[in-house]
């Protein structure tokens, strides 16, 4: 069987590899083709106009490329939607958007955020991937998931929070997880915060734990289609 192409569509830089760190490294490990999205800048609009620091947005690209270079991950596109603010994007240019990367990576999986989270981009991003891979006949995506982001999954409404459905074992992936974390330096904190390593070992042990697995990557699956 061919290696297979697997899409990864999150908001911010570092989203990725809390959510599916684990997941892209084993699909890397398996020889697949994985094609990763970041939609928004991660940076907070400079006050005045809708731009960001020319500078420190090559900063944090540079850790975004340095995190995916540890986990085996070449290809990293950047969205350039406003960080926090894309719910005052057209929902239609948000789904455009992914649904012209999903095309050219020729995906068949799709990786992205929890429809629940409390945090805006990851919602809309969620309702964007959804609409960008409507089962049409002819359509290539075979199995959607949406995965769990510390600091935003665990702040949803109660009624909203991420149970997953599908457990990953990373065992084997979770140092290289922690280690691709640890590139974004303005993004990790020390513990108790949930972006801490400690935080994101515990909960991968959490997510083992309910799957008779040492670590584990939880996923919730959207849609998947048999042919
Ligand atoms: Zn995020």
Redesign the pocket.
């Known amino acids: 069987m061919a290696n297979e192409n697997i899409a990864v569509v999150?908001?911010?830089p570092?989203?990725e590899v809390l959510a599916f760190g684990g997941v892209m490294g084993r699909h890397v490990a398996r020889s697949d083709n994985v094609h990763l999205l970041i939609m928004a800048t991660g940076l907070a609009a400079r006050t005045g106009d809708n731009s960001v620091d020319a500078g420190s947005l090559e900063k944090l690209r540079g850790d975004a490329r340095a995190a995916a270079k540890v986990l085996g991950v070449g290809n990293v596109t950047f969205g350039d939607f406003p960080d926090n603010r894309m719910d005052s994007v057209a929902l239609l240019d948000v789904v455009k958007r992914i649904e012209q990367f999903l095309d050219q990576a020729a995906a068949t999986t799709l990786y992205t955020?929890h429809v629940g989270d409390m945090?805006i981009?990851?919602t809309v991003i969620a309702r964007a991937a959804l609409t960008a891979c409507r089962p049409l006949p002819g359509a290539k995506i075979r199995r959607i998931y949406s995965g769990e982001?510390l600091s935003?999954s665990e702040y949803a409404l109660p009624e909203h929070r991420f149970l997953p459905t599908t457990y990953v074992d990373i065992e084997a992936f979770l140092e290289r997880k922690c280690t691709a974390m640890k590139c974004y330096r303005s993004e990790i904190r020390n513990t108790p915060h949930p972006r801490s390593v400690d935080s994101i070992v515990a909960l991968a042990r959490l997510r083992g734990s309910e799957a008779g697995l040492k670590a584990a990557e939880g996923l919730r699956l959207l849609r998947e289609i048999e042919r």
């Open positions: 999150v908001a911010h570092d989203d955020h945090n981009d990851h982001v935003s």
